[in-house]
């Protein structure tokens, strides 16, 4: 896990730290009001996920929000993932989005939009256009998902 490897590899905590502190002081001179997320792939995997952002925080890496990836494969399964943004939303008190997945999208969503405190902003299907597990079928078809959007649009959406 990491960015830009080796330096950036989790293996080398200070360097990848220096990279994201950088990455947030970019952000920062740019416009102090745009939130900096922390997005890790490591949906369900509580431990992991806490050694990561117990790390960069030791650091001095700020972040306002924590975003996560979810594939079960590698990631654990729905009640891991659940188990891990509840802990986490306890631990750090930011709020959390599972911006990148593809199965499961009314569960995913129902688990993220069920955390304590509101504290589950939102989430991001990856590759919507994909072949796999998207809007459109090999033929150009529209899939159920593309129709998903709809149904999850009018449950989830918050009015301002």
Not at 118 to 123: E, L
Not at 135 to 151: K, V
């Amino acid at each position: 896990h990491g960015l830009l490897w080796p330096d950036g590899h989790i293996g080398n905590p200070d360097k990848l730290a220096g990279l994201l502190v950088a990455g947030v002081e970019g952000v920062e001179a740019a416009d102090p009001e745009i939130p900096v997320m922390m997005h890790i792939a490591l949906g369900g995997q509580n431990a992991e996920s806490v050694f990561w952002l117990d790390n960069m925080i030791a650091r001095g890496v700020r972040f306002d929000i924590i975003g996560l990836s979810h594939y079960p494969r590698w990631h654990g399964t729905l009640d891991d993932l659940k188990y891990n943004l509840t802990d986490l939303v306890d631990r750090y008190r930011k709020p959390v989005n599972v911006v990148e997945y593809l199965d499961f999208k009314e569960p995913i969503h129902e688990i993220v939009f069920s955390l304590p405190g509101g504290m589950g902003q939102g989430t991001c299907i990856w590759e919507p256009i994909g072949w796999r597990g998207g809007w459109f079928d090999r033929e150009g078809n529209a899939t159920r998902d593309l129709f998903d959007y709809e149904t999850l649009h009018a449950k989830y959406l918050v009015e301002e």
